[in-house]
């Protein structure tokens, strides 16, 4: 018998081997690297093809058109199963563009895609590369039914591509985009079902009530819980000059916030923190309730007064607005969502931009429905793009890979997929909450 010997000097070279990895991990670390970010840059270096892509136009009605990419497995030919991506309010490029670092629906497509899944990802009416707005008059008379038709249009070109089953489809929506989702699957069609439904920090309460919230109550929250110290019920004028989170809430600019004392101030901007009439008092200090407050409700008010957009203001146009008043809220309209659809609902516990109550209540529904298969996930410190943020501030960056991770695992497991031995569940299972109900 013949035994296979290692020499000494073998340890010693394994030995320095692990010890400089060791080294570099730390190094790397310290510089608040991840091992999964490190992974995720050598891939996307390689110059091993996984993923196809083909680039397509979307006919959305009435001479308007957009861009779209579809991306899919590199080998076999198929068919299967196809992912829609439908993005949320405000300006969106099919990559769901945030800033440099943040790309939500080109970082999901490229996980799915690379692990069997046909993506096809849109551009929203109007608006072309890195979040541009190329035709003004198609983005300020859109409305929500627009984009629902959008939507539906996009999954109707997704099931023609011939690399995908029709009969296994799944809609991701973010945001709006998961509200917009929700009432697709309600949509009874005998042509096409839908299998799965993700929802991503969707909208879930009254659209109407949820724009009040930015609009008015988060800032008055944010204003009694952080600036106003001493629990008086104001908060000094200086400390709001400087406090640059606030000035976010509230639309205001490099000086737009010393509106709030200055009585004979020469205001023009509506984007001021305070008209004269609404300020009451000449001193250094700004009352909650009687002044700041019935300037965040005469904004809301504005903002669905005329028809004409003002797209350098960051403010949503008025025509879509109004679209949303009669609006049913989601929580109202999943009863309508077939038992045949499974529904994956994710979160972030610090998500300002849809509270993470109304998932919970979300899915308090759908266990009073009996809904037969929907599973809640929650993460803590993640905000409403899914990156790590605070209770105040949403932060934008790399989708954790738990988070994908989580995605796929159950896209997995009900996309008639070989399960796994090993769970891919999450790379850190203390991080979130998981409610399943099979």
């Given amino acids: 018998m013949h ?9 010693i070279i394994l ?5 400089i990895s060791l080294i570099i991990s730390t190094y790397l670390s310290s510089f608040n690297f991840t091992f999964s970010f490190f992974s995720q840059t050598f891939a996307q270096s390689s110059d091993v093809q996984v993923i196809k892509y083909r ?3 979307l006919d959305l009605g009435n001479g308007v058109t957009t861009k779209a990419q579809l991306s899919y497995p590199a080998i076999g030919k198929g068919p299967f199963p196809g992912v829609l991506l439908v993005p949320g309010s405000g300006p969106a490029d099919m990559n769901y563009t945030a800033n440099n670092n943040s790309k939500l629906f080109w970082q999901i497509a490229q996980y799915l895609s690379e692990r069997g899944f046909v993506v096809l990802k ?10 541009t707005i190329i035709n003004n008059d198609v983005w300020g008379n859109m409305t929500y039914n627009d984009l629902k038709q959008d939507a539906q249009r996009a999954l109707n070109v997704l099931m023609q591509q011939p690399e995908v089953d029709a009969k296994r489809i799944t809609l991701i929506g973010h945001s709006e985009g998961g509200e917009i989702v929700a ?10 079902k839908i299998d799965n439904i993700v929802l991503m920090a969707p909208r879930i309460e009254k659209p109407l009530d949820q724009v009040y919230y930015g609009y008015v109550i988060f800032p008055i929250e944010y204003a009694k819980q952080v600036l106003d110290k001493n629990h008086t019920g104001s908060f000094s004028l200086q400390q709001a000059l400087q406090d640059q989170v606030f000035r976010s809430m509230i639309g205001s600019g490099n ?19 305070l008209k004269s009439n609404y300020n009451s008092s000449k001193d250094v ?6 002044e700041l407050k019935p300037f965040l409700e005469k904004r809301f008010e504005k ?17 879509y607005l109004k679209s949303l008043i009669k609006l049913q809220p989601t929580l109202n309209i999943i009863d309508k969502v077939p038992n045949s659809t499974s529904i994956l609902i994710l979160h972030g516990q610090n998500d300002s931009g849809s509270r993470v109550q109304q998932a919970f209540l979300l899915q308090q529904r759908l266990v009073e429905l009996n809904h037969p298969d929907h599973e809640l996930i929650t993460y803590p410190d993640i905000g409403h793009l899914f990156y790590h943020s605070t209770r105040w501030t949403t932060e934008s960056g790399l989708i954790p890979e738990y988070v994908l991770a989580d995605l796929y695992s159950w896209l997995e497991s009900h996309s008639e997929f070989t399960p796994l031995h090993t769970s891919m569940t999450s790379s850190n299972p203390s991080s979130y909450s998981n409610f399943i109900y099979k």
């Fill in 255 to 273: 000086n737009n916030t010393t509106s709030l004392n200055l009585n004979n101030a020469s205001i023009s901007n509506d984007t001021k923190l």
């Fill in 15 to 19: 030995g320095l081997f692990f010890g």
């Fill in 183 to 192: 009432r697709i699957a309600t949509t009874i069609n005998p042509i096409f």
């Fill in 55 to 57: 680039n397509l136009t």
């Fill in 303 to 319: 903002a669905f007064e005329g028809t004409k957009c003002d797209i350098l203001s960051g403010v949503p146009c008025p025509i």
């Fill in 122 to 131: 849109y551009d929203k009416r109007g608006i072309g590369e890195n979040l």
């Fill in 3 to 11: 035994l296979f010997k290692i020499k000494p000097y073998s340890f």
């Fill in 285 to 290: 200090y700004v009352n909650i309730n009687t």
